[in-house]
């Protein structure tokens, strides 16, 4: 079984301060997370993804990951929020079965809110 | 321009009837899904194929069917049988076939509301 949990379901945060959004992950084996962001209405979009190496994964609009082996977490983070910032980010993580399907496990989602 | 639509935007469906939701992606992606997003409860899996001609339940298969006749259109149906049809449903489409971790790419959605 896997598991994802984000435990906030919001976050405040002021522009120009770092943010940081929380994910731990339960899963057998190696695991393998992303960042997904959510605007309103829309579709997910790909932030970033931890497969192996470094435990800082770099992603799009300035936004990176710290895998935590020891604590099981990718806690997601950017150093100054932007107002365009604000979304619904999902935290996901992923597992091979055999036959080759790749099952995903998305987290509830954290609204993140950036005020001007 | 290339990428994963989605058709309608917004669905009605009256009581009985049978609604088909419409995804296409010209990304060249052999692994295709279909998920429900109800507020406060994330993503959960209806279905996904990986290839042509094959699909296999998710997590929530009951009241809904799907079809992957092309590669590139993969259609859901909520049936009659599905007493709480009204969500944000979202297709999304991976390379398939890679042996590791893909990275899914997402339609903008549709949402069904029930009349």
Request: proline share 5%; with cysteine.
């Amino acid at each position: 079984a896997q598991s994802v949990a984000q435990p906030e379901d919001q976050v405040n945060v002021a522009e120009g301060n770092p943010l940081t959004v929380k994910c731990t992950y339960s899963v057998s084996g190696n695991p393998y997370l992303f960042w997904y962001v959510q605007y309103p209405n829309r579709g997910l979009q790909f932030l970033l993804k931890y497969i192996t190496g470094d435990n800082l994964v770099k992603g799009s609009y300035g936004f990176e990951a710290e895998f935590n082996k020891s604590q099981t977490s990718f806690h997601l983070k950017k150093p100054s929020a932007l107002v365009s910032d604000s979304a619904l980010y999902f935290c996901a993580v992923s597992r091979l079965h055999s036959g080759g399907y790749q099952k995903v496990t998305f987290g509830t989602g954290t609204k993140l809110q950036v005020i001007p | 321009d290339g990428g994963i639509t989605q058709s309608p935007k917004y669905l009605f469906r009256k009581e009985g009837q049978n609604v088909t939701l419409s995804c296409e992606q010209n990304l060249n992606h052999d692994a295709m899904y279909w998920y429900r997003q109800d507020p406060g409860q994330g993503l959960r899996l209806i279905y996904y194929s990986q290839i042509v001609n094959d699909f296999q339940k998710g997590d929530i298969a009951e009241g809904y069917s799907v079809s992957r006749e092309k590669k590139e259109s993969f259609p859901l149906t909520v049936t009659s049988a599905q007493k709480n049809p009204t969500a944000f449903y979202l297709c999304a489409s991976s390379i398939g076939g890679s042996g590791g971790p893909e990275t899914q790419y997402f339609g903008p959605g549709t949402r069904l509301l029930v009349l």
